[in-house]
């Protein structure tokens, strides 16, 4: 009996192991799946059905023009950090001042540096799941390891157990991952669960990454959700991680921004030269168009998807085989079929039975195995038709 090996095999076992053991997506391979299938509808990844609005494409365009095509500032145009400094100031009601913004190439961008700044081979860094699985991913290439902690569900909401977080903090321990509103499950904690989360991290001396990109998407009337900065000092330990894709309807321009205390600053700009060297020009004269002459467009998405969170939430509950979770924020449904455990093989038969794509649960972590997320930022009449498709498969 003779053994085949690969051909490359050698290569990759001469790789780095945090290289080597990056997971594969559990979302991109439902999405390879379904991909060219006719008719599918797509609701597999955090991203809408608009395009990029004319007024920020524009003030792209014009950028080119005018030959702005060259390096450029490491930590943002001086332009675009201002204008940040200036959406904050009106989002938060206090003052923000430009140098604790600096411009990235994307929201992924600004995970893996905020990761890069605190963390590497031995550290921990704790994370409450199912959670969006590039958090542990960036962990993982860093050297360091993400510590699960599964959220409970009960009456019908997720909920984050403090104790449960406190008893996974050890010695080894670097930082707090928190994600609110929380992709995928659309938990959002309440200013009170953020000054618990905050004395916590505090009280061990460990750092916050807080992504807090779904803020605006809230169902309860606020204008955002409830922020680390409702509750935070300034020297306290907090890296915020953001991006232009979600409010502005901006996922493939790939350009977001990191919030930190300005101390730091010098210390990201090193990460930013020796990554990226800064972001384009003309995509930042979009992002400043998005921050000042964005709000109708940013107040049109999130009454679009509230509108499609009341659509599949009764359209699932109707079948009378679906368990979840109504979302407070964010824009995703995460559910579960009764009787079905296998979120990975049932994502795939929906995508041929159903023509519908959803993202398995498996890939979201401990806690979200036997789940699906969907994202409704889409428009109704889609949806309407998901919620048919979806009746129907699951009624067989």
Known sequence: MTTTTLPGASLIADLRPEARNAPESGIVEVVNHGRLKQGLIPLWVGE??????????????????????????????????????????????????????????????????????????GDELVIPTPAWPNFAAAIGIAGAKAVCVPMDLEHGRFKLDLDKLAAAITPRTRA?????????????????EMGALLALARKHGIWI????????????????????HDVMEPEDRVLFVQTFSKNWAMT?????????????????????????????VFVQRAAIAALEEGEPFVAQQIA??????????????????????????????FFSVDGRSDSRALAIELVDKANVGLAPGTAFGPGGETGLRLCFAR?????????????????T
Not at 54 to 77: H, M, P
Not at 316 to 327: D, I
């Open 304 to 333: 679009r998807a509230a509108e499609g969170r009341k659509i599949i939430s009764e359209g699932l509950l109707a079948t009378n085989r679906v368990s979840l979770a109504a979302p407070d924020g964010a824009f995703y449904q």
């Open 379 to 395: 428009k109704a009449s889609d949806l309407v038709e998901v919620v048919a498709r979806l009746q129907k498969a699951l009624a």
């Open 176 to 192: 707090l991952v928190i994600n609110s509103p929380a992709n995928p499950t659309g938990w959002t904690a309440t200013k009170a």
């Open 48 to 121: 809408g059905d608009l395009p990029t609005p004319d007024f920020i494409a524009r003030a792209a365009n014009k950028s080119l023009a005018d030959g702005e095509t060259f390096y450029t500032w490491q930590r943002g145009i001086p332009e675009l950090r201002e204008a940040l400094a200036r959406y904050h100031t009106a989002l938060y009601g206090q003052p923000f001042s430009s140098d604790r913004f600096f411009v990235t190439g994307s929201g992924m961008q600004s995970v893996q540096i905020a990761v890069r700044l605190i963390a590497g081979p």
């Open 209 to 228: 990454i807080a992504d807090e990109i779904y803020a605006r998407f809230v169902y309860d009337g606020s204008p955002r959700a409830a922020s680390f």
């Open 252 to 280: 493939g321009w790939r350009v977001g921004w990191i919030e930190a205390p300005p101390a730091l600053g010098q210390v990201i700009e090193n990460l930013i030269q020796y990554s990226t060297s800064g972001s384009p």
